[in-house]
């Protein structure tokens, strides 16, 4: 079965440190969405691209967070600097982005910030 | 935001009994999915329903929707030990086709 790759699983850091999480998507899918996760929120939408094309961002804290997909076969989120309310798992997932199917996510990353 | 609102938050029913969870949502939208999480895993699609589309089955699943009521409902027939998990709605947006996750059911399958 095609898969969505998320690396790292885990990563603990400290504050302050910038942190990169990637995501492979699934070969030939075109849309890419990016989650966080938590308790107390739940599933958030911090950002989705559309053939590689930013589409919405509004969900993320601007001044530190930054998505981007240089190619169709990489997105990353990128945290600088990190801060100890940004633990939680990120999520990637990937679909067609024709409103028929539904979207397969990655395993996640479990980010902790000391 | 959050979109879609699970109901009820945590559910424990005997194995072999049906499970019914509910959504509700607050704006128009393009379609509706179903997904489920395991503990300490990644969500699965599980179904799909569209916006002109009133009823859907999946094996034991089977989703319904109610536009006029923005609601929709899951059903779990025939419940068992591995259907124990959370499992959310999300709903597809019109006009941005952002997709929107509620906060989930705990299901939990009772031996």
């Known amino acids: 079965d095609a898969r969505v790759t998320q690396t790292p699983r885990h990563k603990v850091t400290e504050m302050g440190q910038e942190v990169t999480m990637r995501c492979q998507p699934i070969?030939?899918?075109?849309?890419v969405f990016w989650y966080r996760q938590t308790m107390m929120q739940g599933l958030e939408l911090l950002a989705y691209f559309r053939n590689r094309a930013p589409l919405d961002d509004s969900g993320m804290p601007k001044d530190r967070f930054s998505a981007e997909m240089p190619d169709a076969t990489l997105a990353t989120l990128k945290i600088q600097p990190s801060e100890p309310r940004d633990s939680a798992v990120y999520f990637c997932a990937s679909g067609f982005g024709t409103g028929s199917y539904g979207y397969t996510f990655g395993s996640g990353t479990r980010l902790t910030v000391v | 935001s959050q979109q879609g609102e699970e109901d009820p938050q945590a559910l424990s029913i005997q194995e072999g009994e049906n499970a019914t969870m509910n959504c509700s949502y607050k704006?128009?939208?393009?379609?509706l999915q179903w997904y489920r999480q395991n503990s300490g895993r990644g969500l699965v699609h599980l179904i799909l329903i569209r916006s002109n589309e009133r009823e859907k089955h999946s094996g034991r699943l089977r989703v319904t929707l109610d536009t006029s009521k923005k609601s929709s409902s899951l059903l779990i027939t025939a419940s068992r030990a591995a259907d124990t998990a959370s499992y959310f709605c999300a709903t597809e947006k019109h006009r941005d086709d952002k997709i929107i996750f509620g906060k989930g059911t705990r299901l939990h399958i009772l031996p």
């Open positions: 070969l030939g899918h075109n849309t």
């Open positions: 704006t128009s939208i393009n379609n």
